[in-house]
Antibody, heavy 122, light 107 residues
């Protein structure tokens, strides 16, 4: 059974940093691209960042580029999101999601974690 | 930056057909995915590559994509289909763009 379990969320002050983790199991992690998606309270989904299976290709939304860093450790079946210079607008539930890998140049997130809440407030 | 636009809400009577549109510049040249999200739950992929249903998604869900519009169609809509629906497409400059979401109400 595929499982994605996020951790590391919690209250942080504006300007602070936080590192999210996503532990994957039930599939060959090293062969799938992975993504982070967030959802602000009462709002829609926002794609944050994606990383290819080998970490060769990394992508960011404009809203987080330069502040967030995605990475993965295939030996540990883990995905990470380092978040720096956090702002109130970054308050959201952060989801880890697997890309089905249907075809190059497409995105289809077939498994999602339960999410971890990151409130940014003073 | 690339943008996808969805109607905020769609209402349908039980047993009828619901259509949810997603529009974006030359979206038909891209591959659209659709997600269903119910309150307090993580999103679920219900359609990918415009018209392919993942395993376990009922046949009443179908999809199309042409021109500037992708459409998710639910035939014989059931109460359990209520929720928020999001389209998504990959853009080389903007990444995995989501539409704003459509709340489907089954009256």
């Amino acid at each position: 059974e595929v499982q994605l379990v996020e951790s590391g969320g919690g209250l942080v002050k504006p300007g602070g940093s936080l590192r999210l983790s996503c532990a994957a199991s039930g599939f060959t992690f090293s062969t799938y691209s992975m993504n982070w998606v967030r959802q602000a309270p009462g709002k829609g989904l926002e794609w944050v960042s994606g990383i290819s299976s080998s970490s060769k290709h990394i992508y960011y939304a404009d809203s987080v580029r330069g502040r967030f860093t995605i990475s993965r450790d295939n030996a540990k079946n883990s995905l990470y999101l380092q978040m720096n210079s956090l702002a109130v607008e970054d308050t959201a539930v952060y989801y880890c999601a697997r890309d089905l890998g249907a075809a190059l140049g497409t995105i289809s997130l077939d498994y999602w974690g339960q999410g971890t809440l990151v409130p940014v407030s003073s | 930056s690339y943008e996808l636009t969805q109607p905020p809400s769609v209402s349908v009577s039980p047993g009828q057909t619901a259509s949810i549109a997603c529009s974006g510049d030359k979206l038909g040249d891209k591959s659209a995915s659709w997600y269903q999200q119910k309150p307090g739950q993580s999103p679920v992929l219900v359609m990918y590559q415009d018209r392919t249903r993942p395993s376990g998604i009922p046949e009443r869900f179908s999809g199309s994509n042409s021109g500037n519009t992708a459409t998710l169609t639910i035939s014989g809509t059931q109460a359990m289909d209520e929720g928020d629906y999001y389209c998504q497409a990959w853009d080389i400059n903007s990444g995995g763009v989501f539409g704003g979401g459509t709340k489907l109400t089954v009256l």
